[in-house]
C-alpha cells in the first residue's frame, strides 16, 4: 500500500515548484551578485509574514530567491490581471501567488486569502507601502495598515526584509531591464517586528497605524545599514509628495 504524500504547507506542487527554481535561480545568479544577510531570523515552519521595501517590479523574483534558500516557499500577492493571461495566469496560481484586486469591490479578497494561508502555515511576501516607493531618494514611504491588521488577527511573526540594488537592474518606468554589468542585490532580514504591546487591543485605525509605523521603521533600519546612509527622521508620504 503507497503511503500518502505528506502535505506541503504553503507550497506548490513538486513539478512547478520544480520548475520555477530552474528558470529562476539561473537568471538570478547571471544578472546580480548576491549579498544576502540575515536567513537564520526566518523561521523555518509555521505561518509568517515577511515584510519588505520595493524597490522595482523585479524585486518579488530577486526576493523570492533570498526567500527559498531559507527553505520556506515565498507565496506573492500578484495583479489579478496576471491569472487571466494564457499559461502564465495557470501557472501563477500552480505557484500558490494570491491575486489583488485594486480598485474593485473586491479589493478585500486578497487579505482574506492571505489570512487563510497564513493559518495554514504558509510564507508570504508583502511589500507594506503596497507599491514602489515614490521617496525620491528610494527610501521606504510610509505603509498601508493591512499587514499590521494580518499580523494582530494571526499572531504569526513578521520578519522585516531591507533590500538594495533591484532598482539598478530594472529602475521604476523602465520598459527595460539593464542586464550588464551584473548588479549588486544586497538583502538584510532582521528579527521578527516587536508588537507584543498591540496584542489584545481593538484593531481600531489608531493601533494599525502605530503597528504599521513599527513595521516600517524596522524595515527602514535595516536599509539605512545595507547603505550605510541616515534614513530620513520620517518616512515619505505619497498622498503629499513629501516627509509626513
Not at 87 to 105: D, K, M
Not at 120 to 145: H, N, Q, S
Not at 165 to 187: H, I, N, S, W
Request: charged share 25%; aromatic share 8%.
Amino acid at each position: 500500500m503507497t503511503k500518502p504524500r505528506r502535505r506541503r504547507a504553503g507550497r506548490p506542487p513538486r513539478f512547478w515548484e520544480a520548475l520555477a527554481v530552474v528558470v529562476v535561480k539561473p537568471l538570478s545568479r547571471l544578472f546580480v551578485k548576491r549579498n544576502w544577510r540575515g536567513g537564520e531570523h526566518v523561521p523555518r515552519e509555521g505561518g509568517l509574514i515577511l515584510a519588505a521595501n520595493h524597490l522595482s517590479w523585479s524585486d518579488p523574483v530577486l526576493l523570492s530567491h533570498y526567500i527559498y534558500n531559507t527553505g520556506r516557499w515565498p507565496t506573492i500577492l500578484a495583479k489579478a490581471g496576471l491569472f487571466k493571461v494564457r499559461f502564465l495566469g495557470h501557472a501563477v496560481t500552480q505557484l500558490q501567488a494570491i491575486p489583488v484586486h485594486r480598485g474593485s469591490t473586491e479589493a478585500t479578497q486578497s487579505l482574506k486569502i492571505a489570512e487563510e494561508r497564513l493559518r495554514a502555515g504558509a510564507c508570504i511576501l508583502f511589500y507594506v507601502e503596497g507599491t514602489i516607493t515614490r521617496d525620491p531618494d528610494l527610501w521606504p514611504m510610509e505603509g498601508k495598515t493591512g499587514v499590521a491588521r494580518l499580523a494582530l488577527k494571526t499572531g504569526v511573526p513578521v520578519i522585516p526584509i531591507a533590500h538594495w540594488g533591484a532598482q539598478d537592474l530594472l529602475p521604476y518606468g523602465a520598459k527595460k531591464p539593464r542586464l550588464f554589468p551584473r548588479k549588486k542585490f544586497q538583502v538584510l532580514a532582521g528579527p521578527p517586528v516587536d508588537l507584543t504591546k498591540y496584542a489584545g487591543q481593538p484593531l481600531r485605525a489608531s493601533v494599525l497605524r502605530e503597528a504599521t509605523a513599527d513595521i516600517m521603521a524596522d524595515i527602514t533600519e535595516l536599509l539605512a545599514e545595507i547603505r550605510d546612509e541616515k534614513a530620513p527622521d520620517v518616512p515619505y508620504d505619497p498622498k503629499n509628495g513629501e516627509s509626513a
